[in-house]
C-alpha cells in the first residue's frame, strides 16, 4: 500500500472521528479511487491486491459502523435535550426557553 493510501485512509478516519460528513463522501471516493489503481497495478492472484481490498473493506466498514453510532448518539442527545426541555421554568418574554445550537 502507497504512502497516499494510507494518508488517505488516515483523512477519512479523522473526517469521521471529527464528524465532518461534508468531507467524508469525498474522501471516500478518493480512498476508492486510489485503491482501485493500486489494485489493478498487481497481476490477478497476487496476495497484496487482496491486502488492498481487506484494507479498503476494514476502513470504509469501520466508518459506517462510526457514522451509525454518531447518529444514535445526536438523537439520544436531541431526545434528552427534549426531555429537559419539559421541566424547564418558562422563558423570558421571547418565549425562548431553550436554544439548540447545532
Not at 488516515?10 to 479511487?33: C, H, M, N, Q
Not at 487482496?50 to 466498514?61: A, G, M, N, S, T
Request: one cysteine or more; aromatic letters at 6%.
Amino acid at each position: 500500500m502507497s504512502e497516499h493510501l494510507l494518508q488517505l485512509e488516515k483523512d477519512l478516519r479523522s473526517a469521521v472521528a471529527r464528524r465532518d460528513y461534508t468531507k467524508v463522501p469525498e474522501i471516500a471516493a478518493a480512498l476508492g479511487k486510489q485503491s482501485a489503481e493500486e489494485w489493478r497495478a498487481f497481476p490477478p492472484g497476487d496476495p497484496r491486491a487482496q491486502c488492498i481490498f481487506d484494507q479498503l473493506q476494514r476502513v470504509l466498514e469501520w466508518a459506517r459502523r462510526m457514522v451509525c453510532v454518531a447518529r444514535a448518539s445526536a438523537g439520544d442527545d436531541l431526545q434528552r435535550a427534549l426531555m429537559a426541555h419539559r421541566y424547564l421554568t418558562p422563558g423570558n418574554k421571547s418565549g425562548v426557553r431553550l436554544r439548540f445550537d447545532i
